[in-house]
């Protein structure tokens, strides 16, 4: 039998699957502004078993370019019963999502018949000429023979992303980092694998992180307990608590030396009710000693004259590393209307002390807002309406595993521009922030056990894959995600966007939006054809290059 090798480059919007042919069209060639990632795939598929294949670069940007494998992992939970119509399958099966590196000693194997794709990420920060930039792959045997050759062609329109506004956060979760990789909370090794996480968060837009101060009462059953990840050392003798900080100032300066500008404290109460406190750990007596927990009453006195000592000490910390303005507090998470007296209840005690400070909560009942619980609410993206409609300002918005209908998401088995659309969706409707659970949570549901992510990635038959995470991690530290590519693809949307705006003003970037569109776009409702996405994006660099040149 002949061997035959077959190349197709392909936007980073396609996810070729193993198992079902390759349909979307060749994409040879785009823009991009400086400042940006821009990303492509090369998809391949040979008639034979071909293994030790070397992928060869040749471009002026060679510097700039790095090449990776899309690899497959298994979803036995892709959606659930009630899923809408957009999505690629909703079978059980391997999906294409991390990200791993070429290893020089083994290069690409071909599988007979099986459509598999590289991915190739150009980054475009530093001195680089603007212009038309050809990039040629070419896939070689050992011997040098070559298999198959694309050639694409990237132009680089002399206009830099602005910088990020938007605030996002992805909850990062570092027991998930010290029970995977097996290593001591807070000794040495975990500090570096925190600090190898947290720069590829920063790198692909998180700007605000999750910061233990006590361990987060988070995605933890009631009576429960997830690894203790305490910042803050407390101490207890009679009466009075005592608190030091050195562990939470290394967390910040490490944190800020790695792009972070944003710190989210985490939650006071308990989720889904805030009816307790979070555990809290210390010593009394030279013993240690659990002080708060499932079995604390949230309202009862005790804790609140835990709160009362620790808040004042807080907010002097805070002022002495100028971190005023980079602060946001928590109550709870998730709360419903039937948890709105509770709620309260912890609202009021947080507010006697943080009045000058920021509270944001995930939350999508409006009545929360009214009645002044929360400063800073964040609905859901498809209760989010409400409180457009009711002008609400500085509003935020997030999605989780109930969001699956209709509006954007990122689970594996839906198509990428679901994933992509966020960032048009967010310019738009001119919203401050962005949240998520599940940066890295490598735990089943209710952080009953561990998992490894390479082989569940539902969380225990939880959540349809690709919520609960969007980092793997490697030997050698993070291995991202294609989500999380194109998650950051959605922010440097929203960049452009914004760069427009400056230049021609709000009213035209709009009308361009939505230009050809049959109905304006919302948060349910926008285009389902990932070639939209990338003309769009085309249109809009085109303008930033005819005003700049303009300009010039």
């Not at 809408?84 to 294409?96: A, F, M």
């Not at 989720?271 to 013993?287: D, F, L, T, V």
């Not at 549901?445 to 690709?466: E, L, M, R, V």
Request: charged content about 25%; glycine content about 6%.
């Amino acid at each position: 039998m002949e061997l035959k090798f077959i190349t197709r480059c392909i936007s980073s919007l396609t996810k070729v699957f193993a198992n079902q042919e390759l349909k979307d069209r060749a994409v040879k060639k785009s823009s991009a502004l400086l400042d940006e990632t821009y990303s492509f795939q090369i998809a391949y598929k040979s008639t034979m078993l071909v293994k030790d294949i070397r992928v060869v670069v040749r471009s002026d940007l060679i510097e700039k370019i790095s090449i990776r494998s899309v690899g497959l992992v298994p979803s036995e939970l892709p959606c659930y019963h009630d899923h809408d119509e957009i999505i690629l399958t909703s079978l059980p099966g391997l999906y294409p999502d991390p990200l791993y590196p070429i290893m020089a000693e083994n290069g690409l194997t071909a599988f007979p018949g099986q459509w598999r794709a590289i991915w190739i990420t150009v980054d475009l920060q530093g001195d680089i000429n603007p212009g038309r930039h050809p990039i040629e792959v070419n896939f070689e045997k050992a011997n040098g023979e070559c298999l198959g050759n694309e050639v694409f062609e990237l132009e680089v329109i002399g206009s830099e992303l602005p910088k990020q506004t938007l605030i996002h956060t992805e909850w990062f979760h570092t027991d998930c980092l010290a029970t995977h990789y097996k290593v001591e909370i807070f000794s040495k090794e975990h500090w570096r694998r925190i600090e190898q996480f947290v720069q590829t968060a920063a790198k692909h837009g998180m700007n605000m992180i999750l910061t233990p101060l006590f361990t987060p009462p988070l995605d933890t059953e009631a009576g429960g307990e997830r690894p203790t990840v305490q910042l803050v050392d407390v101490e207890k003798a009679g009466k009075n608590y005592y608190f030091r900080y050195e562990k939470l100032k290394k967390w910040f300066d490490l944190c800020r030396n790695r792009g972070i500008k944003y710190f989210e404290f985490s939650h006071f109460f308990t989720q889904w009710g805030a009816k307790h406190a979070p555990k809290i750990m210390g010593y009394e007596n030279e013993e240690p000693k659990q002080f708060f927990g499932w079995n604390t009453d949230a309202a009862g006195l005790e804790y609140r004259d835990f709160l009362h000592q620790f808040f004042p000490s807080l907010i002097d910390f805070i002022k002495q590393n100028g971190l005023e303005n980079h602060v946001f507090f928590h109550v709870s998470d998730e709360p419903h209307f039937d948890h709105i007296e509770s709620y309260q209840n912890a609202s009021d005690i947080l507010q006697i002390y943080l009045k000058d400070f920021p509270v944001i909560d995930a939350l999508s009942d409006y009545a929360f807002y009214e009645k002044g619980l929360v400063k800073t609410p964040i609905p859901s993206n498809d209760h989010i309406d409400a409180f457009l409609e009711n002008g609400v300002e500085n509003l935020w918005t997030y999605y989780c595993c109930a969001q699956y209908k209709k509006v954007s998401n990122r689970f594996f088995n839906m198509p990428s521009f679901r994933n992509r659309v966020l960032g048009m969706q967010l310019y738009k409707f001119n919203v401050s922030g962005f949240l998520h659970w599940g940066y890295n949570f490598w735990y089943s549901q209710y952080s009953k056990k561990p998992i490894d992510p390479f082989k569940i990635t539902d969380a225990n038959y939880s959540f349809p894959s690709g919520d609960a995470f969007l980092v793997y991690p490697g030997e050698d530290g993070p291995i991202e995600s294609i989500r999380l590519e194109v998650l950051n693809e959605a922010l440097q949307d929203l960049r452009a966007l914004q760069l427009l705006e400056s230049l021609v003003g709000r009213e035209q970037v709009l009308a361009l939006l939505e230009e050809g569109l049959d109905q304006e776009l919302t948060f349910d409702q926008y285009p389902r054809n990932y070639e939209w996405y990338l003309l769009k994006r085309e249109q809009i660099n085109n303008k930033i290059k005819e005003k700049n040149f303009n300009l010039t």
